[in-house]
């Protein structure tokens, strides 16, 4: 299984509401990721989680809070997002060692969101 | 500064046709290199992964050179069809073992038509 999945695909909120993504991956990967992508343009690392904890924050607005609760799951959870949140949220997962052969990203198939 | 660039920004070519494109990086430490393909509205999907040892590396129409002197690689895809139009992202992994920075290059939109 080499899968990332991400739910929903697709999501629509307000400004004012509270929503959460979700990933799941069940490859034993111990390093997962936060990526957003607006149109035309590569993604860009929000956050990272390496064994279940925090390792990397790229200055991400606090109205974008992620959660690991454990090795295969990671959430995003949004609130009060602005317009300019509207993108394609993609999670990724990668094996953390010193064999480069295993370092691949594997990438969900991303959350459409728009903020309305 | 790590960076990776990639072109041509966007390509148009004939069903059948073969074409190259480009990325040159300038990363430290290098690690690896990996090409991506991404249709739209879809996480990006990998299709190769070079070591700074190797200098070839085929995936069924795919073929992915590494030259780690100049800091470039091409990816070059034979017999284009037109389910490869897609943007192809260049990504180079900076780091030592266990610590990993991916940089992201900004893509090549293929567009392949009949």
């Known amino acids: 299984d080499t899968e990332v999945t991400q739910t929903p695909k697709h999501l629509v909120m307000g400004m004012t509401n509270k929503k959460s993504l979700k990933c799941e991956q069940h490859?034993?990967?111990?390093?997962m990721y936060w990526y957003k992508q607006k149109a035309k343009k590569p993604p860009e690392l929000m956050f990272v989680y390496s064994y279940e904890k925090l390792s990397i924050n790229e200055s991400v607005p606090s109205r974008f809070s992620p959660e690991c609760p454990n090795s295969s799951l990671l959430n995003l959870h949004l609130h009060a997002l602005q317009p300019e949140d509207s993108a394609l949220y993609l999670c990724a997962s990668s094996q953390i060692g010193t064999v480069i052969a295993k370092n691949i990203q594997y990438f969900g198939a991303g959350t459409r969101l728009s903020v309305l | 500064k790590n960076q990776v660039e990639q072109s041509p920004q966007s390509l148009i070519i004939l069903e059948g046709k073969n074409c190259t494109l480009q990325c040159n990086y300038t990363v430290s430490p290098f690690s690896n290199l990996r090409w991506y393909k991404q249709d739209t509205g879809r996480g990006p999907v990998s299709l190769t992964i070079?070591?700074?040892?190797?200098n070839t590396k085929s995936n069924g129409r795919y073929t992915a050179t590494l030259d780690a002197d100049t800091k470039q690689s091409s990816l070059h895809i034979t017999a284009s069809q037109l389910s490869d139009s897609a943007s192809y992202i260049c990504v180079v992994s900076a780091g030592t073992s266990g610590t990993y920075k991916y940089i992201f290059g900004t893509g090549t939109r293929l567009k392949v038509l009949a």
């Open positions: 490859m034993g990967h111990r390093a």
């Open positions: 070079m070591t700074f040892s190797e």
